[in-house]
């Protein structure tokens, strides 16, 4: 059964302060891995984009990185900001046979407050 | 938000009505996707379509809920007859031509069944 785990499920930290977020999956046939911030009251908005050939992506102060042989994955933000707290979810897709048919799995996400 | 437009942004309706969720993507962008998202759950796809085609309904729940895509600039997610375990968030998002480019999403719609 395909499944996206993240840890933690909640983290509070301090402003200026990095820290790592954790995905873990079951997902077969790998196609791609997604990280997306989610703020209060909006849709999700795309972080990065991974395919199995890519091991690190940044995107500002956010780096993703990807070992596709231990199906693991983190975000690592750096020197948050109290913009950063969100919820952050790690989508992972996988491909199958037949015209444009792939299945996303989504994680639950960790919620992130940045605290001054 | 990337110019994906959801109407309405809330909706409160009794249950047993007809609910009509609508989408405008962006121009450009053929794969069009509705989700819906729950404390409990998190998010969930329900259906994806590919220049207007629905490719995978299996995340629908059941017959009650309907989607459509008429033209490249507009799909509607129905709820007919609605009920309380419905109301979620519902979002719309939209992605290039292939399955590694960007997804915008809307703000989505947050329904309430009562």
């Known amino acids: 059964k395909n499944q996206v785990e993240q840890s933690p499920q909640s983290l509070i930290i301090l402003e200026g302060k990095n820290c790592t977020l954790q995905c873990n999956y079951t997902v077969s046939p790998f196609s791609n891995l997604r990280w997306y911030k989610q703020d209060t009251g909006r849709g999700p908005v795309s972080l990065t984009i991974m395919t199995f050939s890519e091991n690190t992506k940044s995107n500002g102060r956010y780096t993703a990185t990807l070992d596709a042989d231990t199906k693991q994955s983190s975000l690592h933000i750096t020197a948050s900001q109290l913009s950063d707290s969100a919820s952050y979810i790690c989508?992972?897709?996988?491909?199958?046979?037949?015209?444009?048919?792939?299945?996303?799995?989504f994680g639950k996400g960790t919620k992130l407050s940045v605290i001054p | 938000d990337a110019g994906v437009i959801q109407s309405p942004r809330h909706e409160v309706t009794e249950m047993g009505q007809e609910v009509t969720l609508r989408c405008k993507p962006i121009?450009?962008?053929?794969?069009l996707f509705w989700y819906r998202q729950t404390m409990m759950r998190g998010l969930e796809l329900l259906i994806y379509?590919?220049?207007?085609?629905?490719?995978?309904d299996s995340g629908m729940p059941e017959d009650r809920f309907s989607a459509k895509m008429p033209n490249a600039s507009f799909s509607t997610l129905k709820i007919q007859p609605s009920e309380p375990r419905d109301s979620a968030v519902y979002f719309c998002?939209?992605?290039?031509?292939?399955?590694?480019?960007?997804?915008?999403f809307g703000q989505g719609t947050r329904l309430t069944v009562v």
């Open positions: 379509f590919n220049n207007n085609v629905p490719i995978d």
């Open positions: 998002a939209v992605r290039g031509p292939t399955r590694n480019t960007e997804a915008f």
């Open positions: 121009s450009g962008h053929n794969s």
């Open positions: 989508v992972v897709s996988a491909r199958y046979s037949g015209a444009g048919s792939y299945q996303l799995t």
